[in-house]
Structures are given as C-alpha cells and as structure tokens.
C-alpha cells in the first residue's frame, strides 16, 4: 500500500468484491487475497485437456470423480468415472484442500496478479499510442493496438480482452465528443491491466471503466491509478524464469482449478446463454473444432467484449475432466482479441481461439483452420468441411441442451430454485459429453479387442455415420489406439 502524504485518497479506485457478508468500508483499500484459484496462461499440465486458465470457480457441482485404472497386463489404463460418489461437490472439495496447505505456487496464485497498468489514447497527429504507465520499464509494445481495436471510433465505449506475449489483458475503451479542433471533435482513451491470468481480470472491470471516464474528463489524473498498481502489483513466484509455466498436481482435490472456468459477466442475459442463443445449433460444430484443437478465427466489427466472450465460451467447449485425456494434445489456448500485429504470433501456434475486428484476416487462410463470420462457420480445409454438416445425433443434442436449460429457467422463475445456472449447466453439459466419449474411447482401447462399432458410438452420444469424420480425427490427434469398423457408404 503507498502511503496517503501529498497523493490523492486513495478512494478513487474501488474493486467488485465477491460476496460477502456486509462490513465496514475502511477508509483507505485494504490488500486483501483473492478467493478465486488461478492458473498460468502458458501452463500445459500433464493429464488434462481443459483450458488452462479461466474466470474463478464457484461452481457448487462437478462431474463425477474420476481416476485412472491400470488393467494390470501392460494394456494403456482405462479411464473410468466413479459413479459411486452421487453429487460430488467440487467447491466442498476444494475447501477441504485448502486446509491440507498449498504449495508456494498455488499461495502465490491466490493473490492479485496485476503486473502492468497503463493510459492509452488516440493522438491525430501520431495514432494509438501509450500516454502513461506503470512499470515505467514494463514492455508495452503493441498495447496501444489492443486496448483500441481497429474501428473503435464508430463506437463510444467497449471492452478487450487480449493477450500480450505471456499476459493477459483487459482494457476498457471510451469515446466522447470534444470540442476542439486538434482533438478533431473526439477523444478517446482506454485503460488497461496485464495479468498473468485472465481468472481475476473482471474484479477490476468496474474501476477501469471508471478510471476511463475520468481520463477522458481530466487527462493526466493518474494518482488512483498509481495507489492502484501499488496495492495490487504481482510479486513473482521463485521460478528460475520469473513465470508460472504449470497449474498445480491434478488431484480429485483440486481438478476444477484450472478447469471448469466461469466468469463474472456485465451483459445482463450471461455470457453462455448468449452464446447459445447466437450461435444456435452451429454450437454443436465449434464443439467439434473445439474437441479437435483447431485453430478457431471469429470475426465480427466492434464492440469486441460480447465477441471475447465468445472466445471463452468455445474454450468452454473443449473441457475434459478424465485424468489423462489429452497430455500430448495441443492446448486450446484463448487469444482473445488480435490484431495484424498479432500475425506472428499466430503463424507458431498449433490451437487457439481469438476473435479480431480486421476483415484482412479472412484472407490468410495459413492461419486458421475455422473462421466463424457473425453466425457463419467455414473452413477452407477440405478435409474438415464434413464436419460442418449438421446430423441427427448433432441436433438431438442441441434439443437436449435447449430442454435442460428451459427446466432451468422453469425451476428459477416459478420454483425460485436460484441453486443453479446457466453457466453451471453449460459447462457441464459439455463436459459430461466429452467426458462419455473418451470413458468409452479408453475402455475400448484398453480391452482385449479394441474395436470401435457403431454401438460404441452410439453409446457416446454420436452418429456412426455423420460423425465417421469426426471420430477419424479425433482418434489420431488425441493418439487413441482403437480401429474404426464402422462401414463408409460411398454415398452420403
């Protein structure tokens, strides 16, 4: 904390707390440890194919316990889930880990991670460019190109997510008319934070949008944003390299901390609810892609924040929770909003979903797999247009997640059963799909004849048929030894 002499009071920036129990507000911000378990950007962890990163659990449910079940003959181990827990309760779960101690990493990831926060506006004269930040040495370069993206100026305000080199960001963009004729009639400004995870960025959501109201109404007041790093700057954990490149040991314990992400959303209708409702039954073919690691572009004009959602959400898609699923497979890595100085960057990764406001990407097909164009799902790959054909197994499916989440909606307006969400129910309907087709993907391969037959696939919720492709694919990037004899008609 900076000490209150000739500054500011340190009342001009505030976080959405979680919820709490009402108390006192002390006079001056109190640091205090985030109840949210975080995970790196980078971290491949060995047994998992979840996102690495996510908003802060709080989910009061979770699959079934899982484990890994060695068939004693030098077969691979089966993967099984144990239905003998009903119920299980990650959240209690977790409590209860927390009082078995954490490790240096884990205790490190509980705290603020804001590494970097900074004022960018647009000058008439030189474009984007940094005004102010701190740390004065933190590598900023091509922030200004994130925190305003490309054709923000129709807009009057938004918000970004994004990525820069091993942080994530978010800033909060705002444009008001000036009357001044070197400002050409407009000033726009956006604030911003770099973390080395997304999972807390949201709490600080409320503040910079704040703080962007005030840069825009007295530019150069930065003392709240000063008294804010100081209270909330990152000490790095003791790694040789400064970074955390891991998420904790997985364990029954702790397998929800860097999977089954949910986040605080400022949109009123939630962000999967919005995801489901705009995308429609096309969500079934991003599962797909999601499943299969592909690397996903969506492209839509601004504002980018509802699309940044979108991103998360097909990360959503892809969840797994079966120990051992997935350790060699690329991880699906959220990009969030890029831009063309983020070519590069994308031409190295093997997977990852981001979205982008800059039409000129459509045409470096070399960098994606799927462009998703407003509701529109293509791919310029011939061997994966299958699978953007819709079947029956596919829209029974979507029916079947429709009809959960309108029994929700019953439950919460007639009922005032508030014990669930959307998010929850999203989330886990996912899951519990991956998690089926890979629990029998594992016990064939561990079995004495690993034949995979149309009543497997059945049995996985697929089409022997119309998801032929599909399972092809899947089987050889998740390296699943098993044979396919499902018969390929020569007319589909």
Not at 138 to 150: C, P, Q, R, T
Not at 263 to 283: L, N, V
Request: charged share 25%; aromatic share 10%.
């Amino acid at each position: 904390m900076v000490e209150q002499s000739d500054r500011a009071r340190l009342i001009d920036w505030e976080e959405i707390p979680p919820p709490v129990p009402s108390q006192t507000v002390p006079s001056s911000p109190v640091k205090k440890n985030a109840t949210e378990k975080t995970s790196p950007p980078d971290g491949r962890t060995q047994g998992s194919s979840a996102p690495r990163t996510g908003w802060g659990t709080a989910s009061t449910r979770g699959p079934n316990v899982t484990a890994v079940v060695s068939s004693g003959d030098g077969r691979p181990p089966r993967l099984r889930v144990d239905h003998s827990v009903p119920g299980w309760d990650i959240a209690k779960s977790l409590g209860a880990a927390d009082h078995i101690g954490l490790s240096v990493k884990e205790q490190w990831e509980e705290k603020d991670q804001i590494v970097a926060v900074f004022v960018v506006t647009f000058d008439t004269r030189s474009g984007n460019m940094v005004e102010w930040s701190l740390p004065q040495d933190m590598d900023l370069d091509g922030v200004e190109f994130k925190s305003i993206a490309s054709g923000s100026h129709r807009i009057t305000s938004d918000f970004i997510y994004f990525r820069k080199g091993c942080y994530f960001g978010l800033a909060c963009f705002a444009n008001i008319p000036v009357e001044s004729e070197l400002e050409r009639g407009a000033r726009m400004k956006s604030v911003g934070i770099l973390s080395p995870s997304y999972t807390l960025l949201y709490r600080y959501m409320q503040f910079l949008e704040n703080q962007v109201r005030l840069q825009l109404r007295c530019p150069g007041q930065y003392s709240p944003l000063e008294a804010f790093y100081e209270d909330k700057k990152a000490i790095l954990p003791p790694l040789a390299n400064g970074q955390v490149t891991s998420c904790p040991t997985w364990s029954v314990t702790n397998i929800s901390r860097c999977m089954h992400p949910e986040m605080k959303i400022t949109h009123p209708a939630g962000c999967m609810s919005q995801f489901i409702r705009f995308f429609g039954e096309q969500i079934m073919v991003l599962w797909k892609f999601a499943l299969l690691r592909k690397r996903i572009l969506i492209f839509s004009p601004p504002p980018v924040g509802v699309v940044c959602y979108r991103v998360y959400c097909c990360c959503c898609l892809s969840n797994v929770s079966l120990l051992g699923v997935g350790a060699a497979v690329p991880e699906l890595r959220p990009f969030f909003y890029v831009n063309i100085a983020d070519i590069t960057a994308l031409r190295t990764e093997l997977s990852y979903v981001a979205c982008t406001t800059e039409k000129i990407f459509e045409e470096k097909k070399e960098l994606y797999d799927v462009y998703v164009d407003n509701q529109n799902v293509k791919t310029h790959r011939s061997d994966l247009q299958p699978l953007l054909r819709l079947n029956a197994s596919d829209k029974e499916k979507y029916a079947k997640l429709s009809e959960q989440r309108q029994m929700l909606l019953y439950s919460q307006e007639v009922e005032g059963d508030c014990s669930s969400n959307e998010e929850d129910l999203f989330i886990l309907f996912f899951m519990e799909l991956n998690d089926r087709i890979f629990q029998i993907l594992g016990e064939v391969a561990a079995s004495s004849e690993p034949i995979l037959t149309a009543e497997h696939v059945r049995a996985m919720g697929l089409d022997p048929q119309g998801d032929r492709s599909f399972l092809v694919d899947l089987l050889e990037v998740y390296g699943i030894d098993v044979m396919l004899v499902i018969d390929n008609p020569c007319c589909p």
